[in-house]
């Protein structure tokens, strides 16, 4: 039985990206920070921004613009706090959160 018999139907579409490798470049601040930039600019990641730079194509699928941050218990209980909310409640949490964001959207 060869490799690609042993993969199942619904991960071969993967099967290229799994081959792939995360190469990273130690670029340096400033140059890591003016290619963050052009592709905030540009609305891609910084990823897709070096295949641009590199000439390499780039995922034609439109990604979902997604900010994500790392929250502890201890973060939910201080946020808790802050919003008046019960701290077993993240779902509460996470809309007021999101309403912040909002805010901080409509100042800028």
């Known amino acids: 039985m060869t490799d690609e018999k042993k993969i199942p139907e619904r991960w071969k579409s993967s099967s290229n990206a799994v081959k792939a490798v995360q ?20 609305g891609i990641s910084p990823s897709d921004q070096i295949r641009c730079i590199i000439g390499l194509p780039t995922s034609s699928k439109a990604k979902r613009p ?5 929250l502890s ?9 802050r919003y ?3 701290e077993h409640d993240k779902l509460a ?10 805010e901080f959207d409509d100042r800028e």
């Open 23 to 42: 190469v990273a470049f130690d670029t340096g601040e400033e140059i890591a920070s003016r290619i963050r930039l052009a592709a905030c600019q540009a």
């Open 66 to 70: 997604r900010l994500t941050v790392t």
């Open 73 to 81: 218990d201890e973060d939910y209980s201080a946020l808790a706090e």
């Open 84 to 86: 008046g909310l019960p």
């Open 93 to 102: 949490i996470k809309k007021r959160v999101m309403e912040e964001l909002a």
